[in-house]
């Protein structure tokens, strides 16, 4: 890993809000083929106290046979982020749309979620 992704500040929400509807369109791009329909992202602590971007992307195509989905969304929204100065490593979470409504369901509010975008 590099230095940079160390000693960061977590994402204002105003850069949050700003991200989601720019990575969506990253992703829908690029896996135009798992129809990806929603993401959602929150500023978090990885184990070692450092800043982190919790990225949950909702789909409802397919994603067999695509093993290298995860490192090339990793790698596409570094690029994103990088461009923003924002230095905190996505942890990527891949959720059909089924499983992203009933985590939606389980919040306490879409806060707790710490901002939501969804296309349909």
């Not at 960061?8 to 991200?19: K, N, V």
């Not at 969304?73 to 230095?87: F, G, P």
């Amino acid at each position: 890993m590099t230095k940079r992704f160390f000693n960061t500040i977590m994402p204002t929400q105003s850069q949050i809000d700003d991200l989601k509807p720019v990575i969506l369109k990253l992703l829908q791009d690029n896996f135009p083929e798992m129809e990806i329909t929603d993401i959602y992202l929150r500023g978090d602590k990885d184990f070692e106290g450092d800043p982190i971007l919790r990225v949950y992307i909702g789909y409802q195509g397919d994603r067999s046979g695509k093993m290298n989905v995860r490192a090339t969304a990793i790698r596409k929204i570094i690029e994103a982020l990088s461009e923003r100065n924002i230095a905190e490593f996505p942890m990527t979470t891949f959720l059909t749309t089924e499983e992203f409504r009933e985590e939606e369901k389980k919040s306490d509010s879409v806060k707790q979620w710490g901002g939501f975008y969804n296309l349909g």
